[in-house]
């Protein structure tokens, strides 16, 4: 079933589509929610939150790509869901991608105290729009879908120690980026 | 207060066309398929490749045999045991190795330090996560040097010649006595080109540089092109004293001799038996490659 297809049945209020979307990208949205929660039951906790949001979010909206939309939904619960349960022992592969994005702003204070979500993001688009395709890719596996540093290797057919090289000079390159457009001191 | 998790959650904002090109192998069985596709096609690529490559370094191994340097291509299935913290039981058995590089047994090896005499880069004054990096003074001696994030401080834009480079420079002191009875330096990754050997007066080293690549198979299913990693290693060592000096990085040859060229080189006083290290290999292309 495609995409457009699925989103008609979410549009026929037809549950149908949500076995539809589970078949579609439920692989996707259980990996991106494990990768950030590092527990299974959480995972599939998140992943029926999900469905729900993506339930009560469609109709109206006609999201596309759907798998980006709800890997989108799913990275959002599971972060919220993990602050929420700060309490639990530091072991989840989010807290290594969290303190390596610590080191982009680090040692530096905001410019403003309530930094504009929206100028920020705008910036995160000009330095991935910057960025050459590899480490582009490599940045968006690494800190927006919380792969291990393993995984993107294979992926990108390079080794363990060139990725981890490479993030670092990525998250390098951010932090200056941060700091020339004064969102970052 | 911008923090990681402000920038976590900005992310999330991050343009649907990012997201989508480096989603494309996630979750999707038919695209898990495609990927033991491309990586056999490497190896046996690969294999390739390093045939056409061993048979002119089966040549310089012969004239490499007066020098104080020895080099061989190893048989693919000869098996290396490389100490690997991360690996089960501690160790890792690699084999098809690209190069291996042996020392005259050296019973203790005189430590030494360096300090660059000539950088292509200025080095910045402070950096900002690295403390307590004060700059290069007349004080400053290293064992280790590491370039990818002092090349780039404090810099308003990077250069040119830094694009697409992950690790312009790094030197590194090793000892030759830690390489006795059968150990020594491997690439593991990188396939060499022609080997050079030289002497250096001034810092009264042999040496022996050359290339090493990597070529990486196109991956269109997320849209990778074709690519070859290029590296030059600059190998320095004294015999007598028992130090070696990897000068390496993804800088051109001639710029990585005139950092090798430049070094001041140093005793420290400190002496290293071969019992001083519990690793006997050390591979010359993991970290930089």
Redesign the interface.
Known sequence: MTDNEIIDLFFERSEQAIDELAAA????????ALNILGDLRDAEECVNDTWLGVWNAIPPERPS?L??YV??IA??LA?KRY?ADRAKKRESRYDL???E??????????AE?Q?A??E??GA??RF??GL???D??LF??R???ADSLQESA??????Y??V???L??IR??L??Q?IKEG??E | ????????????????A??????S?????KEDNM?SV??AR?RLSRAVLIAAVIAALLAVTVMASFFAFSTRVPAADETFRIHWSDAEGGYLDWKNAKLVVSFPETAESNEVEFRPGWLPFALPEKL??SDPWQGLTDETWFRRFTA??LC??ELED?PAVY??I??PLEIEVYAMSQFNDGGAMLML?QTPGEITEEHYDAQDADVLRFRGTQR??A?PE????ERT?EYSYVLLSNAREGWVIAVRGQLDMDTLVKVAKNLEIRPTGETATYDDFENHFLFFD????
């Open positions: 990208h439920g692989t996707a949205v259980r990996r991106v790509p798998r980006t890997c989108t990275r959002n972060a602050h991608v969290l303190d994005l610590a080191e982009c702003v680090g040692g530096g204070d905001s105290d930094t979500a929206r920020l993001a995160i688009d991935l729009g050459e395709y590899t582009r890719f968006m596996r800190y927006w879908f294979e992926m990108a057919g390079m080794t120690g060139a981890s090289v490479r670092h000079r390098e390159k932090r200056k941060l969102l970052l | 207060m911008l923090d990681q998790n402000t920038l976590f959650d900005a992310l999330a904002d991050a343009d649907d990012y997201i989508q090109s480096a989603a192998l996630l979750g999707y069985e990927r491309p990586f490497r900002p996560l990818e994030s780039w401080a990077d694009e697409d992950s690790q990754y990486f198979e991956r997320f849209g990778l092109p990693s993991g970290g930089v490659g």
